[in-house]
């Protein structure tokens, strides 16, 4: 939702109603957008549906192409009867109100490697517009021109946790028979649920029109996300005359059970069990190498017996030392797990159950079944995932 100029009577206003989703098992998504758009006596009424495809170009690292069309209408009324007009007598005024419907497609592609976006797109594709007739049969055309875009963005990732980020972006606007329209911001987040920043916006008239934007938003649980905007003219008369500008925006995930917490404790439990495991390896190497410094006091009395015990408990250390590395190994995939929680919290769910053997901690062996078989049809169907079991 978003007001325009607040101190002019008959100020622009904007409402947009939008839904998207991914589609199970594949690299597309669709969805919806319906807008209303009020400017005096101008309205329009439109709706898109959208596709788009993305094109995995690596499997090691998140480097893909999104393409993305959108097809729709627009309905657009003319209230001429409520115009504002000097000369009630002019021969090219329009008497009465004026409606027509058109179709409309938009398109766009985008690239994304680490934190690098790079967008081009097009909208209102057809640059269609609506015909009226005037009082001396004069025909009158408004036209819905062509808008190009171009957006280019970088998040910095910050921080010894990796929870914050800096994100500048930069973006072009050309519309035919108007001037280019640039537009900067510089975007603060921490940890994917606080955000904040500005921006600054040039002219696209030739008034000065340009003006500064300051944003601020939350996720919520990460399932609601409420989001604002301030805009000031750059221009003081201008602005005086205009007033600010004010955009809402609400957003709400729908499906998809959050196992952020579920996992978390997950991790908890496996550093727990690991610290233990660190433990008990400690202890029974310092109690071997104690036997080892005792048995060593016998060597005179029997030295084969010795060698074979020595070399049966060395072997036992270099076991204990491997599981060490080990150890060690699943404290990394710890790290690897957290960043993965943090960065797709909302990929990750529970799918099925797992059973340890009788007073022990490992997986018994149908569990180790069922989980070769989740991992094959998971790799199957997703070629870009690669699943591993530990």
């Known amino acids: 939702?978003?007001?325009?100029?607040?101190?002019?009577?008959?100020?622009?206003?904007?409402?947009?109603?939008?839904?998207?989703?991914?589609?199970?098992?594949?690299?597309?998504?669709?969805?919806?957008?319906?807008?209303?758009?009020?400017?005096?006596?101008?309205?329009?009424?439109?709706?898109?549906?959208?596709?788009?495809?993305?094109?995995?170009?690596?499997?090691?690292?998140?480097?893909?192409?999104?393409?993305?069309?959108?097809?729709?209408?627009?309905?657009?009324?003319?209230?001429?009867?409520?115009?504002?007009?000097?000369?009630?007598?002019?021969?090219?005024?329009?008497?009465?109100?004026?409606?027509?419907?058109?179709?409309?497609?938009?398109?766009?592609?985008?690239?994304?490697?680490?934190?690098?976006?790079?967008?081009?797109?097009?909208?209102?594709?057809?640059?269609?517009?609506?015909?009226?007739?005037?009082?001396?049969?004069?025909?009158?055309?408004?036209?819905?021109?062509?808008?190009?875009?171009?957006?280019?963005?970088?998040?910095?990732?910050?921080?010894?946790?990796?929870?914050?980020?800096?994100?500048?972006?930069?973006?072009i606007r050309f519309v035919p028979n108007a001037p280019v329209q640039v537009e900067g911001n510089l975007l603060f987040g921490w940890n994917n649920l606080l955000w904040f920043g500005g921006g600054y916006r040039s002219s696209n008239n030739r008034s000065s029109t340009s003006a500064v934007t300051i944003t601020a938003g939350i996720d919520i649980k990460r399932h609601v996300f409420i989001g604002y905007t301030f805009e000031l003219g750059v221009d003081n008369q201008l602005n005086s005359s205009l007033g600010a500008q004010h955009e809402f925006m609400v957003g709400v995930r729908l499906g998809g059970k959050n196992n952020t917490k579920e996992l978390n404790k997950r991790i908890k439990l496996l550093e727990k069990r690991v610290e233990?495991?660190?433990?008990?390896?400690?202890?029974?190497?310092?109690?071997?190498?104690?036997q080892i410094d005792s048995l060593g006091n016998i060597v005179n009395e029997n030295s084969t017996k010795h060698d074979k015990i020595e070399n049966k408990l060395q072997n036992q250390v270099e076991k204990l030392l491997h599981k060490e590395k080990e150890i060690i190994s699943n404290e990394k995939e710890i790290e690897k797990l957290r960043e993965l929680v943090k960065n797709h919290p909302l990929q990750y769910k529970k799918i099925g159950s797992l059973y340890f053997e009788n007073g022990s901690y490992k997986i018994s062996n149908d569990s180790k079944k069922i989980l070769s078989v989740i991992k094959n049809v998971i790799e199957q169907e997703n070629p870009s995932v690669k699943v591993y079991l530990y």
């Open 1 to 171: 939702f978003k007001k325009q100029w607040v101190n002019m009577p008959e100020s622009p206003l904007t409402g947009i109603l939008g839904i998207d989703a991914r589609i199970p098992k594949s690299d597309m998504g669709v969805g919806a957008m319906f807008y209303v758009d009020q400017m005096h006596i101008i309205s329009r009424i439109g709706g898109m549906a959208s596709y788009a495809y993305h094109l995995p170009l690596s499997k090691k690292i998140p480097h893909r192409l999104s393409l993305g069309l959108s097809l729709g209408f627009i309905h657009q009324r003319f209230d001429f009867e409520n115009a504002t007009v000097g000369n009630t007598a002019d021969l090219q005024l329009l008497q009465n109100s004026s409606e027509g419907l058109a179709f409309d497609f938009s398109a766009g592609i985008n690239y994304k490697i680490h934190g690098l976006n790079l967008g081009i797109s097009m909208m209102q594709g057809l640059n269609n517009g609506f015909l009226y007739m005037s009082s001396t049969n004069d025909n009158i055309s408004f036209i819905n021109s062509r808008h190009f875009l171009g957006n280019l963005s970088y998040r910095f990732v910050l921080g010894p946790k990796k929870n914050l980020y800096i994100e500048p972006s930069a973006l």
């Open 276 to 290: 233990e495991d660190i433990k008990i390896s400690r202890d029974t190497e310092e109690g071997l190498q104690r």
